[in-house]
């Protein structure tokens, strides 16, 4: 019993800083697509980056433990993690710019939102 109640502490920690994590992204996302670039890294700009290093950073930790969380309740690494950090960096000239990619990838979580089960 003690081993389940415990089972149960780390999935409930680890769905905790899954929505926190999704609404860390979901507000940066926000930022970008309201004109904000740096998120996704396309150019190799100090000020973008800086500016957005705190939100990148934390993304990383919050990917981080909820990946160690998983790893404990042995499911698959959180994609979205993997995904978006995936999609920084550099791109072609053609590429679409940063805003519209963060309007495709709050699309993204707002399907993914409407598709989980209500609670």
């Given at each position: 019993?003690?081993?389940?109640?415990?089972?149960?502490?780390i999935?409930?920690?680890?769905?905790?800083?899954?929505l926190?994590?999704?609404?860390?992204?979901?507000?940066?996302?926000?930022?970008?697509?309201?004109?904000?670039?740096g998120?996704?890294?396309?150019?190799?700009?100090?000020?973008?980056?800086?500016?957005?290093?705190?939100?990148?950073?934390?993304?990383?930790g919050?990917?981080?433990?909820?990946?160690?969380?998983?790893?404990?309740?042995?499911?698959?690494?959180?994609a979205?993690?993997?995904?978006?950090?995936?999609?920084?960096?550099?791109?072609?000239?053609?590429?679409?710019?940063?805003?519209?990619?963060?309007?495709?990838?709050?699309?993204?979580?707002?399907l993914?939102?409407?598709?989980?089960?209500?609670?």
């Amino acid at each position: 019993m003690a081993k389940i109640d415990r089972l149960e502490r780390i999935d409930q920690r680890r769905a905790d800083l899954e929505l926190e994590y999704h609404a860390t992204l979901a507000a940066a996302l926000e930022r970008t697509a309201a004109g904000k670039p740096g998120l996704f890294n396309h150019r190799a700009d100090r000020r973008e980056r800086a500016a957005v290093a705190p939100v990148v950073e934390e993304l990383r930790g919050l990917g981080a433990a909820i990946d160690q969380l998983r790893g404990q309740l042995m499911i698959a690494p959180f994609a979205l993690h993997r995904d978006f950090f995936d999609a920084r960096g550099p791109v072609a000239p053609s590429a679409v710019g940063e805003p519209k990619q963060a309007r495709k990838w709050l699309d993204r979580l707002a399907l993914e939102a409407s598709a989980k089960p209500a609670s």
